[in-house]
C-alpha cells in the first residue's frame, strides 16, 4: 500500500530506524510556514555548517512562501538550490539512505 501523508511517512520510518536505541541516529522535527518537516540524518555524517545555513533559510519561511511550491519538485528547485536533492517516495530506500549516511527531509505535504 502506498504511502501518501506526512503523518504516514514518520510512522514507517520511526517504525523503521531504531531511534531510541541509538544516541547517533537522529530524527529533528521542524517548522517551515505553517508546514510540519523533520529531518533524519546520522549525527557526524552531515556538515553543522551546511545544516545550519540549509535550516536558518527554511525556519524563515511563511505560510505564504510555502504556498509557492505546491509540488516536491518546486521546493527542492527554490529552497534546496544548493544541495543535491532526490524525489524518494519509498520509505524502505528513505531508510537504507538514512543508515549509509545521507539525510533524508520530510516535508508536509508532500508525498516524496
Known amino acids: 500500500m502506498p504511502i501518501n501523508t506526512y503523518e504516514e511517512f514518520v510512522y514507517t520510518l520511526r517504525t523503521m530506524l ?3 536505541e541509538t544516541f ?10 505553517d508546514q510540519r518537516a523533520a529531518i533524519y540524518y546520522l549525527s557526524g555524517m552531515l556538515k553543522d555548517e551546511i545544516l545550519q545555513e540549509m535550516l536558518s ?11 509557492q511550491c505546491p509540488e516536491a519538485g518546486d521546493f527542492i528547485r527554490k529552497k534546496l538550490s544548493y544541495v543535491t536533492a532526490n524525489l524518494e ?6 531508510a537504507h539512505a538514512i543508515l549509509s549516511g545521507q539525510t533524508v527531509m520530510l516535508v508536509e505535504p508532500y508525498n516524496e
Open 18 to 20: 531504531p531511534l531510541d
Open 57 to 67: 533559510d527554511l525556519l524563515r519561511e511563511t505560510p505564504e512562501t510555502m504556498k
Open 89 to 94: 517516495k519509498n520509505p524502505h530506500n528513505m
Open 24 to 33: 547517533d541516529l537522529i530524527e529533528r522535527p521542524l517548522l517551515f510556514g
